[in-house]
């Protein structure tokens, strides 16, 4: 595997009917190959839609990662991995506590929006993540 990497990622490009699809990660590229192969999907992007949560008073936003449309159903996906718990720096123990939090911002945002959340992790569909050969960009 060939790109940028950091933290297990890789800039990577997912071809879906002729329209190339940005990814940040490793498991971006294998969520996307996920719901093409599992769930037949229609449309997949980039998502572009803004959400703004507290964080214990800290204004912070997030943005998912991608808008997937099947033929039954539309979702907002996120997708993570978390660190490791052992040895962990303050950054990873901070990001694993924002990715918890994210999580339910998602599940209330998907509500609000009339889709489903999706929430994609290389453990929960670790066939898929150690299969896909993304190509770098």
């Known amino acids: 595997m060939e ?4 933290f297990n990622s890789i800039k990577c490009t997912y071809m879906f009917r002729d329209q190339e699809i940005r990814c940040d990660s490793k498991i971006e590229y294998a969520c996307l190959n996920y719901f093409e192969t599992v769930f037949d999907a229609i449309e ?7 959400i703004v ?5 800290r204004k912070r936003r ?6 997937i449309e099947t033929s039954e159903d539309c979702f ?3 997708c993570k991995s978390f660190a490791s718990v052992k040895n962990l ?18 599940n209330k945002f998907a509500a609000e ?18 299969n896909v050969k993304p190509i770098a960009r």
């Open 3 to 6: 790109g940028k990497t950091n």
């Open 44 to 50: 997949m992007k980039r998502c572009d839609e803004s």
């Open 89 to 106: 720096n303050e950054k990873w123990r901070k990001y694993n506590e924002l990715s918890i939090l994210k999580r339910d911002i998602l």
């Open 113 to 130: 929006t009339h889709r489903k959340p999706f929430w994609f992790t290389k453990d929960l569909h670790a066939d898929y993540y150690n």
């Open 76 to 78: 907002i996906v996120e």
């Open 53 to 57: 949560f507290d964080d214990n008073g």
């Open 62 to 67: 997030f943005i998912p990662d991608f808008i």
